[in-house]
Structure formats: C-alpha cells, structure tokens
Nanobody, 122 residues
Framework: VRLLESGGGLTQAGGSLKLSCVASGGGFSRSALGWFRQAPGKDREFVAAITWDRGSTYYADSVKDRFQLTKYNANNTVVLQMNKLQPEDAATYYC????????????????WGQGTRVTISS
C-alpha cells in the first residue's frame, strides 16, 4: 500500500482546508484509513478515520464538529474536510492505513504517507 497526501497550505483562523489521501497498491480495503497530525515538539495525535468498506467514521473530540471524512472508492481517495480551523490545528497531517476500525493509536498503523503541512494564521 502506498499513500499520498495533498491539500495542505495556509489559511486564516476560521477558514477551511481540504486534505486528500490517495491509496494505491491494494491490500487496504479491509482496514481503516486514519488521519493524524503532529505539531512541532508534540506527539502525533489521532484526528479521524474511516473504513474503506462501509465508510464508518470516528473522530477525535477536538475535531468532530468541524472536520468531516468522505471516501471515494472509485479512485481510492479519502478527503478530510477541515472547517473552522484554529491555530491549534496547525500541524503536519498524515494519512495512515492498515489498522482495524476503531484504532486511534498511531503506532498500530503500519503504512504512512509523507505528510502535508497545515498552517493557520491568527
């Protein structure tokens, strides 16, 4: 499995960004695809995840009313729509694959993309 993120950038507080993760190589259809983020000096934290087969989603409490995941099976893409962004959302965002539904521990995901940076100006 290979993962490629895109869509990071700079926005103002209160703004929106859309991140995409394209999966290729097969072997991921039975697992969850998760999004994580890591700010400088901080540990990597769970953001949200979705299952490829049923599209079941789960979110971190800090983002559940602002972020939304959507999957597009036709092109193996998962989109993370981020709204009402705040300075504390600034981080490098990674998508990851290979863990069961419900997993929030980043160490349980074996496959990672290269990350995309999100910057929020206040």
């Amino acid at each position: 499995v290979r993962l490629l993120e895109s869509g990071g950038g700079l926005t103002q507080a209160g703004g929106s960004l859309k991140l995409s993760c394209v999966a290729s190589g097969g072997g991921f259809s039975r697992s969850a695809l998760g999004w994580f983020r890591q700010a400088p000096g901080k540990d990597r934290e769970f953001v949200a995840a979705i299952t490829w087969d049923r599209g079941s989603t789960y979110y971190a409490d800090s983002v559940k009313d602002r972020f939304q995941l959507t999957k597009y099976n036709a092109n193996n893409t998962v989109v993370l729509q981020m709204n009402k962004l705040q300075p504390e959302d600034a981080a490098t965002y990674y998508c990851a694959s290979g863990a069961p539904y419900g997993t929030r521990n980043w160490r349980a995901f074996p496959t990672w993309g290269q990350g995309t940076r999100v910057t929020i100006s206040s």
